[in-house]
């Protein structure tokens, strides 16, 4: 347990910093790919200089860093810890309106700005650990931030801690903020020898006590088919109509066991993401997951015998079958390291909580960070059913991040 005092300020920072709209555009070529992230920048730039990071500052592509520099004799590694500013496109992020529930008792919490949503107890088996907490919602109009501006306000309070307390030993700390972390942009142009991090931690996981250290693999697919057109009034044995060639395909995908939908723990699967075109040409769109590269192989494969088979009944038309690589699964690198996970799973049970060392289905910007060369496994910030309106955290849970984080970074000095 933490022997330390902290005046957290975590829960105050989180309740502005959701108010600022930060919501990333996938359709947008700019980096950032919306400039309202960068609103959200500039104040934490601000609040970083205002506590006594002199370096911190915000570039042009909407990354903020800075640095809390050693306090110690030791020869410690620079760690980072990062999260995200953006939030996802699926639901507005625009005048987030945060309530919050305190002292809950159980039961369900129906969201007052549309009681329509309601964040049902029997659905969300996590709000059984919550009892007594205060629990922060929306009003159920908007999407909450929680991810991932819970692990924002948790760096930041434990920045703020940090520069309050010198006694408390810490090796080089960098903090980076990311743009466009939800349209799998997140790192692509983050300057990594200006941070000058050995290792890094992402503060974005759901449930106290997490460390995840394991990702999906992630690829997209396309499927480009071009059909046959015709006059509707004459196509009778002429017309190979391209949009149902796509619907076709989506209709022979497999109905259990390779979709979102049905599969869980380490299960991967074919998603088809979009679908658009008209008479001549369609394209869908597909992401693809799995856990091991072998998994991907098989399920792209997959996908293309069933376009295959599709095709054999349009003789005349063609498709084109294009593969491109997003991320791969963090723990081909982190295995390699095993002191960085094994030194979070440490600092978690300082804070009192049970370590649980679960695997993402899905990224992080550390998924990528990972292969950059800055080893990034992903810590709780305490986030659940993000990108809805029903998303939820709890005070306690973000304030047990951030002793987190402060433990982790003595033990790293400790152990130096």
Known sequence: MSSLTFSHTVTERFLRYVTIDTQSDPESPSSPSTEKQKDLGRVLAAELKAMGVEDAHLDDYGYVYGTIPANTEKKVPVICFCSHMDTSPDVTGKDVKPQIVKNYRGGDIVLPGDTSQVIRFAEH?????????????????????????????????????????????????????????????????????????????????????????????????????????????????????????????????????????????????????????????????????????????????????????????????????????????????????????EYAVEAIRRAGLRPMRTAIRGGTDGSRLSFMGLPCPNIFAGEHAFHSRLEWVSRQDMEKAVQTIVHLAMIWEEKA
């Not at 309050?164 to 939800?182: Q, R, S």
């Not at 017309?239 to 299960?267: D, F, N, W, Y």
């Open 125 to 341: 088996p996590a709000l059984k650990n919550q009892i007594g907490n205060d629990i922060i919602t929306t009003d159920g109009t908007t999407l909450l931030g929680a991810d991932n501006k819970a692990g924002v306000a948790e760096i930041m309070d434990a920045a703020h801690f940090f520069i309050n307390n010198p006694d408390v030993k810490h090796g080089t700390i960098k903090i980076l903020f990311t743009p466009d972390e939800e349209i799998g942009r997140g790192v692509d142009n983050v300057d990594l020898k200006k941070l000058g991090a050995d290792f890094g931690y992402t503060m974005d996981g759901e449930s106290a006590g997490c460390i995840e250290d394991e990702t999906f693999s992630a690829d997209g697919a396309t499927i480009t088919i071009n059909g046959v057109s015709a006059h509707p009034g004459y196509a009778k044995g002429k017309m190979e109509h391209a949009i149902k060639i796509a619907a076709a395909i989506v209709e022979r995908l497999p109905k259990e066991g390779c979709s979102p939908e049905t599969t869980s723990g380490k299960q991967g699967f074919l998603h088809p993401i979009g679908i658009e075109g008209a008479l001549e040409q369609a394209t869908l769109s597909f992401i693809v997951r799995d856990f091991t590269e072998e998994g991907l192989k098989e399920k792209e494969v997959l996908l293309e015998t069933i376009v295959e088979d599709v095709m054999k009944d349009y003789p005349r038309s063609t498709y084109k079958f294009e593969v491109k690589e997003q991320y791969r699964n963090m723990k081909q690198v982190i295995d390699r390291h095993p002191h960085v996970v």
